[in-house]
């Protein structure tokens, strides 16, 4: 289906983080189903501690974070990129940006930073800042599990040999 024009976006937020791969893909399949335009956006900001009499030349955050954006797009989508794809770097912090842009969203799309065991059951500063104060509806993108919580058991005969 082709997005329209005067829809509402379908937002996402990226990091490069496996979780919010997951998420760009997931806002991708929606935003192609449902005919809204898709906004990816990636943020970035100073370190406190900056000195920022350091030219660009030397260290760009921005830069940085525009590296960021191309190759989460280029590992999700290739050479083939939707028509009514916006792609955009923001200055400021991630989960202030994304609320922000969620007043005029149809749907906010982020991923989750758990990182297993108890810890993958919380959601990081962003997404819970974002499910708490956003202004459409949110949707929250867990990694794709890889491995197995549990190894696979030994063939019978391995088994066997590894007994004795």
Same mark, same amino acid.
């Given at each position: 289906?082709?997005?329209?024009?005067?829809? /509402?976006? &379908?937002?996402?937020?990226?990091?490069?983080?496996?979780?919010?791969? !997951? !998420?760009?893909?997931?806002?991708?399949?929606?935003?192609?189903?449902?005919?809204? #335009?898709?906004?990816?956006?990636?943020?970035?900001?100073?370190?406190?501690?900056?000195?920022?009499?350091? $030219?660009?030349?030397?260290?760009?955050?921005?830069?940085?974070?525009?590296?960021?954006?191309?190759?989460? !797009?280029?590992?999700v989508?290739?050479?083939?990129? #939707?028509?009514?794809?916006?792609?955009?770097?923001? $200055?400021?912090?991630?989960?202030?940006v994304?609320? /922000?842009?969620?007043?005029?969203?149809?749907?906010?799309? &982020?991923?989750?930073? +758990?990182?297993?065991?108890?810890? +993958?059951l919380?959601?990081?500063? &962003?997404?819970?800042?974002?499910?708490?104060?956003?202004?459409c509806? &949110?949707?929250?993108?867990?990694?794709?599990?890889?491995?197995? $919580?549990? $190894?696979?058991?030994?063939?019978? #005969?391995?088994?066997?040999?590894?007994?004795?």
């Amino acid at each position: 289906m082709n997005a329209r024009a005067d829809t /509402k976006a &379908v937002v996402v937020g990226v990091d490069g983080s496996t979780s919010s791969i !997951a !998420a760009l893909r997931k806002a991708a399949e929606l935003a192609s189903t449902f005919g809204h #335009p898709l906004e990816v956006i990636t943020t970035w900001q100073f370190p406190i501690s900056y000195d920022r009499t350091l $030219p660009p030349a030397i260290w760009s955050p921005e830069a940085d974070a525009q590296a960021i954006l191309d190759a989460t !797009a280029d590992e999700v989508f290739g050479a083939d990129r #939707p028509d009514h794809l916006t792609l955009r770097v923001v $200055p400021g912090p991630a989960a202030a940006v994304l609320i /922000k842009r969620s007043e005029e969203a149809e749907l906010l799309v &982020v991923g989750s930073r +758990g990182h297993g065991g108890f810890a +993958g059951l919380l959601l990081g500063s &962003v997404s819970t800042a974002c499910a708490q104060h956003a202004q459409c509806p &949110v949707l929250i993108m867990h990694a794709p599990r890889t491995a197995h $919580p549990h $190894p696979e058991p030994l063939p019978l #005969p391995e088994r066997e040999q590894a007994l004795r």
